[in-house]
């Protein structure tokens, strides 16, 4: 089976959150399984762009309204990756390093799934399933089945996977001239809310639409940022298939970005190295429980409440618990955080930026992941926790109620609370501080974890059974 991802992140191309992880390593296991797993992506210009050598596969021009661009086709030609990587290079368009955030993000990935069309359409062959990711791609499944020029790929079965519902693209009806022709009387398939609205496009155009975790795809029915509606309308071609993890890249044994590798059986040695040289570089105690958290620092990750959790944490176990803080995003959270850190210098350490290596060194030296997320569609990062021996603390939503069992509970190993508010939030601090002092409980999970299976293959395979099912 030939399957084409159409993504705007895809690890380690670019990278801005678990969107990348997901198109990093999902093609891999499925290009494992024996099939022709392609990714196509944006060409920003970066890192890995000059680093990587690539072969010119197509080469065309396209109208953006009134605008023409030049477009190239890259092929990455070392298979680097594991799987066949293009990239989609529009100069003046999509030449920026940068993935999001740039005041022109519409015309860009507008521009981006123009060419992408444009591109296959060209194929002498039509592949099993396009299977686009989040509203960077969503107009894609819109463009097949009704833009007059890719007639030819109607019947091309599309996938929608929402990666996270509440970014969905909306413009205004004022740039409807960018799209190239289609049929006008399809028009309110674009239309939600009196916006073009990419992701609700998708929902109601792609074949089928899957959300990364099924109490996710459960949430969003009844909370999905104004589009609950639309999923109960579309709930029959819906389903929850869970993330996985790329075991080869998060592998504690054979990790280069840590100093010391550690397998089930010297799990013990290799975290608490880890943690000393952590501790010793950010003037945290060594002694005392680590508590880690990584991510945006974004209300929805629930960031807005670490001031106030860690603060409050400090106070009431009388400082016997260490916070390190990995993010960046909310410019208030951050200056927050900066301001509890220069009250509690030994209680808290921050590194405000994203630093991929020093990522793998928390996951590995830290004792608990907390996630007092609000909204976490799948979160990769309790999995990658669990697979590094660091128990995870996670509010029950979305993929965390799915991957985190609480150890009071039969054959559990983590710490859930319901609410993402302080309250809840420290009560499981102080959870977490009463299971760190009962080191015969806290080593047997930190060895269970470290054996738990997150790899991708049964969720690999649960799509394949999907593309497997829209074949006529
Ligand atoms: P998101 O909603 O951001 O996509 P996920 O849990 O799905 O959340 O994925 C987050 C990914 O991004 C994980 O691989 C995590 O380690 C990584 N990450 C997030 N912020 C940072 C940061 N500041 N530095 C390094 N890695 C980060």
């Known amino acids: 089976m030939e399957i084409l991802h159409v993504s705007a992140e895809c690890y380690p191309v670019a990278k801005v959150g678990g969107l990348a992880d997901v198109v990093g390593a999902l093609p891999k296991y499925q290009h494992d399984e024996g099939h022709v797993a392609k990714v196509v992506m944006p060409a920003y210009r970066n890192k890995f762009l000059s680093e990587n050598s690539f072969e010119l596969v197509h080469q065309a021009g396209m109208w953006l309204g009134h605008d023409w661009y030049h477009f190239n086709v890259l092929k990455e030609t070392e298979n680097v990756l594991g799987f066949d990587l293009y990239l989609v290079d529009i100069p003046g368009l999509l030449d920026k390093e940068g993935v999001y955030g740039h005041y022109n993000d519409t015309e860009r990935f507008l521009g981006f799934q123009v060419a992408v069309c444009d591109w296959v359409n060209e194929w002498q062959h039509q592949p099993d399933v396009m299977h686009c990711h989040d509203h960077h791609t969503g107009m894609i499944p819109f463009l097949l089945k009704y833009g007059y020029k890719y007639s030819r790929l109607a019947t091309t079965p599309t996938v929608l996977t929402i990666h996270n ?15 190239p022709s289609f049929d006008l009387w399809k028009v309110g398939m674009l239309d939600w809310n009196g916006a073009i609205n990419p992701l609700a496009a998708a929902i109601k155009c792609a074949w089928r639409v899957t959300t990364v975790s099924p109490s996710y795809m459960q949430e969003l029915l009844s909370n999905a940022n104004g589009l609950e509606a639309l999923l109960n309308y579309e709930v029959g071609k819906t389903s929850g298939i869970l993330n996985g993890i790329d075991t080869k890249v998060w592998d504690p044994s054979s990790d280069p970005m840590l100093d010391v590798n550690y397998t089930a059986t010297t799990v013990e040695k290799g975290k608490k190295e880890t943690k000393l040289r952590l501790c010793e570089k950010f003037n945290l105690d060594p002694a005392l429980p680590l508590i880690i958290f990584i991510g945006r620092l974004v209300d929805d990750k629930g960031a807005d409440l670490l001031p106030e959790i860690i603060g409050r944490s ?5 400082n016997k618990v260490s916070f390190l803080v990995l993010g960046s995003g909310d410019k208030h959270i951050e200056w927050r955080l900066e301001q509890t850190r220069n009250f509690a210098p030994s209680g808290l350490a921050l590194y405000i930026g994203y630093n991929e290596a020093l990522a793998h060194q928390l996951y590995a030296g830290a004792d608990f992941l907390l996630m007092p997320s609000r909204v976490e569609p799948c979160g990769l990062n309790q999995m990658y926790a669990l697979r590094y021996g660091t128990i995870p603390m996670v509010r029950v ?17 983590g710490i859930r609370f319901v609410h993402a508010s302080i309250w809840d939030t420290c009560h499981a601090v102080r959870r977490a501080l009463e299971l760190f002092e009962n080191r015969t409980t806290f080593n047997r999970i930190r060895k269970t974890i470290l054996k738990l299976d997150h790899s991708w293959n049964k969720s690999a395979q649960e799509y394949i059974d999907l593309y497997t099912s829209l074949k006529s």
Do not use: R, S
């Open 314 to 318: 400090l106070h009431e176990t009388g």
């Open 397 to 413: 939503t979305g993929g965390l109620k799915d991957t985190v069992i609480d150890y009071g509970d039969k054959g559990g190993f």
């Open 165 to 179: 519902a509440q970014y969905q693209g909306q413009f205004g009806w004022d740039k409807l001239y960018l799209l």
